[in-house]
């Protein structure tokens, strides 16, 4: 089989490899408040804790324990990370970001891809021949380009973009972790709830069968 052949059955890369080890963007960011770093070692341990508490309830008492220490005890207001000049993402970062949201596209998809850019090419050509809407002095001023804008002004809206992800990021990771705790730790008062409940029937029956 021909080279060229079988290239043309592979998939189609559209961007080089890139780099993302220590790009800002990639990164995920985390609430710094004491709450939330208290509570991320806890955290893997609610779920276990319950699963220990079916066989000893005093594993439910440690979860809703810690639910309230670490949730409500601790200062867990918001709390952002302080980022230094040189911490922030620049111009590489951001191209690095535009790369990877292209994706690799097969021989089957390109070719649909070429035949519906035609068939909007043709109708497109079509519109122009048979409406005379637009005459040459209001398309000349649209066409007036805008002010560009220089380095330093698109270096600060970058900038402004990667602190939103930021704060959403902190806010989300906050948000999650707090509720990850109150759904478990509902979990286990239920669990304590309902032990109390058996145990409640159960002594009742004895007693009437005495």
Not at 28 to 52: G, N, T, V
Not at 93 to 98: G, L, S, Y
Not at 172 to 177: G, R
Request: hydrophobic share 35%.
């Amino acid at each position: 089989m021909p080279i060229s052949s079988s290239r043309k059955n592979k998939i189609r890369q559209l961007t080089a490899p890139f780099e993302d080890d220590e790009n800002p963007w990639m990164k995920k960011y985390h609430c710094q408040c004491k709450s939330c770093q208290m509570s991320a070692s806890m955290h893997p341990w609610l779920p276990r804790f319950f699963i220990f508490g079916i066989l000893c309830p005093i594993f439910w008492l440690v979860n809703l324990l810690g639910w309230w220490y670490l949730q409500f005890w601790q200062p867990h207001e918001l709390e952002f990370q302080n980022f230094q000049e040189d911490e922030y993402p620049g111009f590489y970062e951001r191209d690095i970001v535009k790369k990877r949201s292209l994706v690799h596209l097969k021989k089957e998809v390109l070719q649909e891809i070429r035949t519906i850019q035609d068939l909007s090419d043709s109708n497109s050509e079509e519109d122009l021949n048979n409406d005379d809407v637009y005459d040459t002095q209001s398309s000349s001023v649209k066409a007036d380009p805008e002010q560009p804008e220089s380095d330093e002004e698109a270096l600060e809206k970058y900038r402004y973009a990667f602190l939103k992800k930021v704060a959403h990021d902190i806010l989300a990771t906050h948000d999650s972790l707090r509720k990850s705790f109150r759904d478990w730790n509902l979990r286990s008062l239920l669990g304590i709830v309902i032990d109390s409940v058996l145990i409640l029937f159960i002594a009742l029956l004895c007693k009437e069968t005495r």
